[in-house]
Antibody
Framework: EVQLVQSGVEVKKPGESLKISCKGS????????IGWVRQMPGKGLEWMGI????????RYSPAFQGQVTISADKSISTAYLQWSSLKASDTAMYYC???????????WGQGTLVTVSS | EIVLTQSPATLSLSPGERATLSCRAS??????LAWYQQKPGQAPRLLIY???NRATGIPARFSGSGSGTDFTLTISSLEPEDFAVYYC??????????FGGGTKVEIK
């Protein structure tokens, strides 16, 4: 069974750094793209970017380019989303999702809630 | 940039009724469109991909149609568990996979 397990709730202050994780299991981690999706409180879904863990090929949506860094460590089947300096506007739920062979995000993590507040 | 517009924003229906949700693209996305269901406190779930293919385990009451710029998600007879928010997504400019704004299906 394909599973994506994300790291837990984070409460941070503006200006702090953060790295959240998404661990894949039940499949060959290096062979499938993993994407990240933001959902701000009470709002819709926003596609942030994507990584291919096999060679770390990474693409960002224009709105998130330069704002976050997506990475992966294939030795431990884990993808990451990180910020160097958080803002209050980064407060959101973040989901990782594995793209199926169809090209669509079919398997999703449970989400990581990030709250940024002074 | 292709923009997806979903309508209506909210659909108020009773269990057993038919739900028809619309997703319109600002330019053609061919058949590269998917539909997701999201319930409160849960991750999205893929329902339909490539406009009309049901994902694994999705009940037959969910169907998708359309191509080009106009797409429809139909729920033939609403079950209590179907009341949720539905999003469309396109992947014409892969790996950009933007979503529409969502339609909330609520109990009337």
């Amino acid at each position: 069974e394909v599973q994506l397990v994300q790291s837990g709730v984070e409460v941070k202050k503006p200006g702090e750094s953060l790295k959240i994780s998404c661990k894949g299991s039940g499949y060959s981690f290096t062979n499938y793209w993993i994407g990240w999706v933001r959902q701000m409180p009470g709002k819709g879904l926003e596609w942030m970017g994507i990584i291919y863990p096999g060679d770390s090929d990474t693409r960002y949506s224009p709105a998130f380019q330069g704002q976050v860094t997506i990475s992966a460590d294939k030795s431990i089947s884990t993808a990451y989303l990180q910020w160097s300096s958080l803002k209050a506007s980064d407060t959101a739920m973040y989901y990782c999702a594995r793209l199926a062979s169809s090209g669509w995000p079919q398997s999703w993590g449970q989400g990581t809630l990030v709250t940024v507040s002074s | 940039e292709i923009v997806l517009t979903q309508s209506p924003a909210t659909l108020s229906l009773s269990p057993g009724e038919r739900a028809t949700l619309s997703c319109r693209a600002s330019q053609s996305v061919s058949s590269y469109l998917a539909w997701y269901q999201q319930k409160p406190g849960q991750a999205p779930r893929l329902l339909i991909y490539d406009a009309s293919n049901r994902a694994t385990g999705i009940p037959a009451r969910f169907s998708g149609s359309g191509s080009g710029t106009d797409f429809t998600l139909t729920i033939s007879s609403l079950e209590p568990e179907d009341f949720a928010v539905y999003y469309c997504q396109q992947r014409t400019n892969w790996p950009e996979l933007p979503f529409g704004g969502g339609t909330k299906v609520e109990i009337k």
